[in-house]
């Protein structure tokens, strides 16, 4: 007698530890301590698959898999035939079926009729309904007289008679996700047991950690909706700042993941260890979409700043106007001097000369104004020379500016008035400091290196017209390039999760060069990611062949793809990275997607490969 009861005992602490492999009580002769026996066994198989269960749902992390896993499992543990799940749409208030399991294989829905269904729809059979509503687990069988639109069921199971289990979903809150209904063929043999209080009630317990795990993973799908949707919005803002820019922030992924999938497709020795999973993939996209969100601290009126003079207004019209004035002076001369006597054809060829004159210098003032490839020693010599004529300036430069402005004219004694002044000049009042909190300190935790200019604009107007290559400044230039500074910061105060880490590294790279000559950070290619480096081809492609920028045309695919062929033979692409991008063809798929037809010309990969050293 006392032999079982102590087993019985080991038992029972066995099962408190979850130990569940401890082995069984043995048999009694004394029925009761039998029958408890028995039950201790049921008890524990029970707990044992109610934990497996739980625990491999929580494991899931694929909502389709975590659906596929919560049929096979929920009917397996229930000894069931079938099981069918609706879940509830939160927009259309709808039941919508998401999988079928018929004898251990996923049946296609739409072939047995079974479609999305109005939850409160008065029409639905009651053990439908009822769970749908919130309301209890329903344990009926159902004929082909109650079938109703689940004929489809009957027939499949070939049985003129099911016995089912319709159990709600229900979620921390309370409120119903989906009902899950376990379905078993009539037999006539032991039929009744799938609707017994004991099954019903197992069924309750493993559709509520069923409902969670739905639950999780759908909110953690919506997180990410919610994440995808800021990191447009963001995106969307930055393009529609500039109207020169617009589109660019969604280009760029376009050209990064096509390059990755070839990478990841591709058989070659460089690129046979990239393998990525879907986390990589999902950290790549988000990269790839922020990877210029420091944007949004850049003035458009830099990044969109189309001619040497331009600041929030094109400047030219102040010079312009300076001519205007010198050419009303030429002729208020010639008058002058012909009432004093003056020989009148000899005045008015020295008037028509300086008249010519003026007129040529504004034209060249106003062509180096719209920038270039070069500036030419001789266009340099000859900007000072205009610079030196004088005009006659009659009113205070120091009425109705800003205070901003008034305190930086104080930096100059007033001159007294009338004052001749030079045509062009650079003034003290040019020169705008940079406030302490931008100035990044050498030794920083990011690791940024960078030559930071002593001003943080320089409107020095012969400063300006010098430049010697297209129309930014060094400070402008500072100004723009800072923008990766401030995507890498941003970044930096996300919270990403785990394998989100590398978000930063691989959008804060794609202005660096495989020489360690770019920037923020001057890294080398071996110090940078394969992603980073796929970004910084993706960026620059872009950028040559874009049609909206106002400081240049589009390139042709040759004529960015040359362009391309001399970064790399000057380390500032990856080679390899490019012949990829060469060889799968990526550049023709884009240029179908978004250049104009114009821009698309024939292109020699062969010879461009060769010249690239990629071969």
């Given at each position: 007698?006392?032999?079982?009861?102590?087993?019985?005992?080991?038992?029972a602490?066995?099962?408190?530890?979850?130990?569940?492999?401890?082995p069984?009580?043995?048999?009694?002769?004394?029925?009761?301590?039998?029958?408890?026996?028995?039950?201790?066994?049921?008890m524990?198989?029970t707990?044992?698959?109610?934990?497996?269960?739980a625990?491999?749902?929580?494991?899931?992390?694929?909502?389709d898999?975590?659906?596929?896993?919560?049929?096979?499992?929920?009917?397996?543990?229930?000894?069931?035939?079938?099981?069918?799940?609706?879940l509830?749409?939160?927009?259309?208030?709808r039941?919508?079926?998401?999988?079928?399991?018929?004898?251990g294989?996923?049946?296609?829905?739409?072939?047995?009729?079974i479609?999305?269904?109005?939850?409160?729809?008065?029409?639905?059979?009651?053990?439908?309904?009822?769970?749908?509503?919130?309301?209890?687990?329903?344990?009926?069988?159902?004929?082909?007289?109650?079938?109703?639109?689940?004929?489809?069921?009957?027939?499949?199971?070939?049985?003129?008679?099911?016995?089912?289990?319709?159990?709600?979903?229900?979620?921390?809150?309370?409120?119903?996700?989906?009902?899950?209904?376990?379905?078993?063929?009539d037999?006539?043999?032991?039929?009744?047991?799938?609707?017994?209080?004991d099954?019903?009630?197992?069924?309750?317990?493993?559709?509520?950690?069923?409902?969670?795990?739905?639950?999780?993973?759908?909110?953690?799908?919506?997180?990410?909706?919610?994440?995808?949707?800021?990191?447009?919005?963001?995106?969307g803002?930055?393009?529609?700042k500039?109207?020169?820019?617009?589109g660019?922030?969604?280009?760029v992924p376009?050209?990064?993941?096509?390059?990755?999938?070839?990478?990841?497709e591709?058989?070659?020795?460089?690129?046979?260890?990239?393998?990525?999973?879907?986390?990589?993939w999902?950290?790549?996209?988000?990269?790839?979409?922020?990877?210029?969100?420091g944007?949004?601290?850049?003035?458009?009126?830099?990044?969109d700043?189309?001619?040497?003079?331009?600041?929030?207004?094109?400047?030219?019209?102040?010079?312009?106007?300076?001519?205007?004035?010198l050419?009303?002076?030429?002729?208020?001369?010639?008058?002058?001097?012909?009432?004093?006597?003056?020989?009148?054809?000899?005045?008015?060829?020295?008037?028509?000369?300086?008249?010519?004159?003026?007129?040529d210098?504004f034209?060249?003032?106003?062509?180096?104004?719209?920038?270039?490839?070069?500036?030419?020693d001789?266009?340099?010599?000859?900007?000072?020379?205009?610079?030196?004529?004088?005009?006659?300036?009659?009113?205070?430069?120091?009425?109705?500016?800003s205070?901003?402005?008034?305190?930086?004219?104080?930096?100059?004694?007033?001159?007294?008035?009338?004052?001749?002044?030079?045509?062009?000049?650079?003034?003290?009042?040019?020169l705008?400091?940079?406030v302490?909190?931008?100035?990044?300190?050498?030794?920083?935790p990011?690791?940024?290196?960078?030559?930071?200019?002593?001003?943080?604009?320089n409107?020095?107007?012969?400063?300006?017209?010098s430049?010697a290559r297209?129309?930014?400044?060094?400070?402008e230039?500072?100004?723009?390039n800072?923008?990766?500074?401030?995507?890498?910061?941003?970044?930096?105060?996300?919270?990403?999760?785990?394998?989100?880490?590398?978000?930063?590294?691989?959008?804060?790279?794609?202005h660096?060069?495989?020489?360690?000559?770019?920037?923020p950070?001057?890294l080398?290619r071996?110090?940078?990611?394969?992603?980073a480096?796929?970004?910084?081809?993706?960026?620059?492609?872009?950028?040559?062949?874009?049609?909206?920028?106002?400081?240049?045309k589009?390139?042709?695919l040759?004529?960015?793809?040359?362009?391309?062929?001399g970064?790399?033979?000057?380390?500032?692409i990856?080679?390899?990275?490019?012949?990829?991008?060469?060889r799968?063809?990526?550049?023709?798929?884009?240029?179908e997607?978004?250049?104009?037809?114009?821009?698309?010309?024939?292109?020699?990969?062969?010879?461009?490969?060769?010249?690239?050293?990629?071969?």
């Amino acid at each position: 007698m006392v032999k079982p009861l102590r087993s019985l005992v080991q038992e029972a602490l066995a099962i408190r530890r979850f130990d569940f492999a401890h082995p069984a009580s043995g048999r009694s002769p004394i029925l009761e301590v039998d029958q408890l026996a028995v039950s201790m066994s049921s008890m524990k198989d029970t707990l044992s698959s109610f934990l497996d269960i739980a625990a491999s749902l929580s494991a899931e992390t694929q909502f389709d898999a975590l659906i596929k896993r919560v049929m096979d499992a929920t009917v397996s543990i229930s000894a069931a035939q079938g099981g069918l799940l609706y879940l509830l749409d939160n927009h259309s208030g709808r039941l919508e079926p998401h999988g079928l399991i018929l004898d251990g294989q996923s049946r296609n829905l739409a072939d047995l009729g079974i479609h999305g269904l109005v939850h409160d729809d008065p029409t639905l059979p009651t053990w439908l309904q009822r769970p749908a509503s919130g309301g209890n687990s329903i344990a009926t069988s159902i004929g082909c007289d109650q079938a109703g639109k689940f004929q489809g069921l009957l027939s499949a199971m070939d049985s003129p008679r099911l016995h089912l289990i319709a159990a709600g979903l229900h979620n921390r809150q309370g409120d119903t996700v989906g009902v899950l209904v376990l379905l078993q063929r009539d037999t006539g043999e032991d039929n009744e047991s799938m609707l017994s209080p004991d099954r019903v009630a197992f069924v309750d317990a493993v559709s509520g950690s069923a409902a969670l795990c739905i639950e999780s993973q759908r909110l953690l799908a919506r997180q990410k909706q919610l994440l995808d949707a800021f990191i447009q919005l963001i995106a969307g803002a930055i393009d529609a700042k500039s109207p020169y820019t617009g589109g660019h922030c969604q280009r760029v992924p376009e050209i990064t993941l096509m390059l990755a999938r070839a990478a990841a497709e591709s058989d070659a020795p460089e690129f046979r260890d990239y393998n990525p999973s879907d986390e990589e993939w999902e950290a790549l996209h988000i990269a790839a979409w922020l990877h210029d969100c420091g944007k949004v601290t850049t003035p458009e009126y830099v990044v969109d700043k189309a001619t040497k003079l331009e600041t929030l207004y094109d400047r030219i019209h102040e010079v312009r106007m300076r001519f205007e004035v010198l050419k009303r002076d030429a002729w208020i001369a010639y008058w002058r001097a012909c009432t004093e006597g003056g020989e009148e054809a000899e005045l008015a060829r020295l008037r028509d000369q300086l008249l010519s004159d003026l007129d040529d210098e504004f034209a060249f003032i106003a062509r180096i104004n719209l920038g270039g490839e070069a500036m030419a020693d001789a266009d340099q010599a000859r900007l000072q020379q205009i610079a030196e004529r004088r005009w006659l300036r009659t009113l205070d430069n120091r009425l109705g500016v800003s205070w901003e402005e008034a305190k930086r004219l104080e930096r100059s004694t007033p001159a007294s008035l009338p004052v001749e002044e030079p045509l062009l000049a650079d003034r003290p009042e040019h020169l705008i400091e940079r406030v302490g909190q931008e100035v990044i300190a050498p030794e920083n935790p990011w690791g940024f290196k960078l030559e930071v200019p002593p001003y943080k604009f320089n409107r020095g107007e012969l400063h300006n017209l010098s430049i010697a290559r297209g129309t930014l400044t060094a400070e402008e230039r500072y100004i723009i390039n800072h923008h990766i500074v401030q995507t890498i910061l941003m970044l930096d105060r996300l919270p990403f999760p785990k394998h989100l880490q590398n978000v930063t590294e691989i959008a804060g790279g794609h202005h660096e060069k495989m020489d360690g000559t770019g920037y923020p950070k001057r890294l080398t290619r071996e110090q940078m990611s394969l992603p980073a480096r796929m970004m910084a081809i993706a960026d620059i492609f872009e950028a040559l062949t874009a049609v909206d920028r106002p400081y240049k045309k589009g390139k042709t695919l040759s004529e960015a793809l040359n362009i391309m062929v001399g970064m790399c033979k000057g380390a500032h692409i990856d080679p390899q990275l490019f012949a990829l991008f060469i060889r799968a063809g990526i550049y023709r798929r884009y240029a179908e997607r978004f250049m104009q037809a114009e821009q698309i010309d024939k292109v020699d990969e062969q010879a461009l490969l060769e010249k690239a050293g990629a071969l």
